[in-house]
């Protein structure tokens, strides 16, 4: 198995503001690169965890090819909630029936 080349030592925080809203920034710099109107809108910054983010590293909600990507080159990544789509029209009608039908 090859060695991966890249490695970043990775912080990833989440705001009190919007539930499922993530902030990955490299441990060395912090949310320095973050811009402040982000932080702002993000509120107040809670560390979540630390790890070693390697292009062979799978995250569970984000690419990390391109979080470490946006890392080297924005600074940070942003991860937003997961899009929850409403009850299909069928299941929506079917909930209006009485129970014990």
């Given at each position: 198995?090859?060695?991966?080349?890249?490695?970043i030592?990775?912080?990833i925080?989440?705001?009190?503001?919007?539930?499922?809203?993530?902030?990955?920034?490299?441990?060395a710099?912090?949310?320095?690169?973050?811009p402040?109107?982000?932080?702002?809108?993000?509120?107040?910054?809670?560390l979540?965890?630390?790890?070693?983010l390697?292009?062979s590293?799978?995250?569970?909600?984000?690419?990390?090819i391109?979080?470490?990507?946006d890392?080297?080159s924005?600074?940070?990544?942003?991860?937003?909630?997961p899009v929850?789509?409403?009850?299909?029209?069928g299941?929506?009608?079917?909930?209006?029936?009485?129970?014990?039908?």
């Open positions: 198995m090859a060695e991966d080349r890249l490695r030592l990775c912080d925080f989440k705001g009190n503001r919007k539930e499922g809203m993530y902030i990955y920034v490299s441990h710099d912090g949310l320095d690169k973050v402040q109107s982000l932080l702002d809108s993000f509120g107040t910054p809670l979540v965890t630390r790890l070693m390697t292009e590293k799978k995250l569970a909600r984000a690419n990390t391109k979080v470490m990507d890392i080297n924005k600074g940070f990544y942003l991860q937003m909630p929850l789509f409403a009850l299909d029209e299941m929506a009608e079917n909930n209006k029936l009485p129970r014990g039908f």
